[in-house]
């Protein structure tokens, strides 16, 4: 997954976050617990995948220390078994078998992994193909469609370069129509491809010091659509240029954990994993026994389109 977020570091940043203590989080006893991080997107195959353990509340947690290394990692499909094995270029980290077959829509999925006594094993669902139909301008008022964007479907330079698909920033609503999925919901990645575009994002909340750390890459909170329709909101995006949307259909693992984490916006507008509203929840959801963590599965399709710097007014 081209720079997709690791949901585990949700976990992370909940240990981080200032409005929360860790030990409301985890308690003494869960220091040492097995920790996975492993996400499957159906029609790629089987995923690399990390296995680490939690540390005490008050030390510094380093990646390289937290990395668990004598796994004995393994997911089942169907009565195959895919065993894992560790890479010697990063603790923690497995990687699946040579050749591992693709991930298969509407089929489930088991993880094992077992280290010094220690059991996990978690269990996902992946969801059904996710397909974009089309994707629209709306006129901000009226709400009618006022232009008609190339798809990939139509070619992968083509949403980039057709005049189409090159929106002025701020103009209209961007809605992306998809087919709705029997799925718990959905999740959304928005990716600025052109590192050195110039910015568009203009806020009065913001000091000049702040657009320094601007990022080009942001996810949205979960939600549902159970009418197959997303609306990209305007704040999302902070630079011209070719940008990506991807579309996630997410099993109830996936869905669960990114909708116990409390709901934010960055510090720069961008969209943020999080909750959705009315929720409260005093820890994250891990569907995982013996452990913490994800296991998780998702279909995904995407939208390309073109930003232009906004219309002098």
């Given at each position: 997954?081209?720079?997709?977020?690791?949901?585990?570091?949700?976990?992370?940043?909940?240990?981080?976050?200032?409005?929360?203590?860790?030990?409301?989080?985890?308690?003494?006893?869960?220091?040492?617990?097995?920790?996975?991080?492993?996400?499957?997107?159906?029609?790629?195959?089987?995923?690399?995948?990390?296995?680490?353990?939690?540390?005490?509340?008050?030390?510094?947690?380093?990646?390289?220390?937290?990395?668990?290394?004598?796994?004995?990692?393994?997911?089942?499909?169907?009565g195959d078994e895919y065993i894992y094995r560790h890479s010697p270029d990063s603790l923690g980290y497995y990687l699946p078998p040579a050749n591992a077959p693709l991930v298969l829509p509407g089929e489930t999925y088991v993880l094992g992994?077992?280290?010094?006594?220690?059991?996990?094993?978690?269990?996902?669902?992946?969801?059904?193909?996710?397909?974009?139909?089309?994707?629209?301008?709306?006129?901000?008022?009226?709400?009618?469609?006022?232009?008609?964007?190339?798809?990939?479907?139509?070619?992968?330079?083509?949403?980039?370069?057709?005049?189409?698909?090159?929106?002025?920033?701020?103009?209209?609503?961007?809605?992306?129509?998809?087919?709705?999925?029997?799925?718990?919901?959905?999740?959304?990645?928005?990716?600025?491809?052109?590192?050195?575009?110039?910015?568009?994002?203009?806020?009065?909340?913001?000091?000049?010091?702040?657009?320094?750390?601007?990022?080009?890459?942001?996810?949205?909170?979960?939600?549902?659509?159970?009418?197959?329709?997303?609306?990209?909101?305007?704040?999302?995006?902070?630079?011209?240029?070719?940008?990506?949307?991807?579309?996630?259909?997410?099993?109830?693992?996936?869905?669960?954990?990114?909708?116990?984490?409390?709901?934010?916006?960055?510090?720069?507008?961008?969209?943020?994993?999080?909750?959705?509203?009315?929720?409260?929840?005093?820890?994250?959801?891990?569907?995982?026994?013996?452990?913490?963590?994800?296991?998780?599965?998702?279909?995904?399709?995407?939208?390309?389109?073109?930003?232009?710097?906004?219309?002098?007014?």
């Amino acid at each position: 997954m081209k720079k997709m977020f690791l949901l585990l570091g949700l976990v992370m940043w909940m240990g981080c976050a200032a409005e929360r203590d860790r030990e409301s989080l985890f308690s003494p006893q869960e220091v040492g617990l097995l920790v996975v991080d492993a996400l499957m997107i159906v029609d790629k195959p089987l995923p690399n995948l990390f296995v680490r353990e939690t540390v005490t509340p008050d030390g510094i947690y380093l990646r390289d220390m937290a990395g668990v290394t004598d796994a004995e990692v393994v997911i089942v499909h169907n009565g195959d078994e895919y065993i894992y094995r560790h890479s010697p270029d990063s603790l923690g980290y497995y990687l699946p078998p040579a050749n591992a077959p693709l991930v298969l829509p509407g089929e489930t999925y088991v993880l094992g992994v077992k280290s010094q006594g220690r059991v996990v094993s978690a269990s996902t669902r992946t969801p059904a193909r996710i397909q974009i139909s089309e994707a629209v301008l709306l006129d901000d008022k009226t709400q009618q469609v006022i232009r008609q964007f190339k798809t990939y479907q139509d070619g992968q330079e083509v949403v980039f370069t057709d005049p189409a698909n090159q929106v002025p920033y701020q103009l209209g609503l961007l809605e992306a129509r998809f087919n709705p999925l029997a799925v718990d919901g959905y999740h959304v990645a928005i990716e600025s491809l052109d590192l050195d575009s110039e910015r568009v994002l203009e806020s009065d909340l913001l000091e000049e010091d702040d657009y320094a750390d601007l990022e080009r890459f942001g996810s949205s909170p979960a939600f549902e659509a159970k009418d197959g329709n997303l609306r990209l909101p305007w704040f999302a995006v902070a630079f011209a240029g070719r940008h990506v949307i991807r579309i996630y259909a997410v099993d109830k693992n996936w869905f669960d954990l990114v909708r116990s984490v409390p709901q934010f916006l960055g510090d720069d507008g961008s969209l943020q994993p999080g909750g959705l509203a009315g929720d409260n929840f005093e820890r994250p959801l891990f569907h995982v026994e013996g452990g913490i963590g994800i296991f998780g599965s998702a279909s995904v399709d995407s939208l390309g389109f073109f930003v232009l710097p906004k219309i002098k007014e």
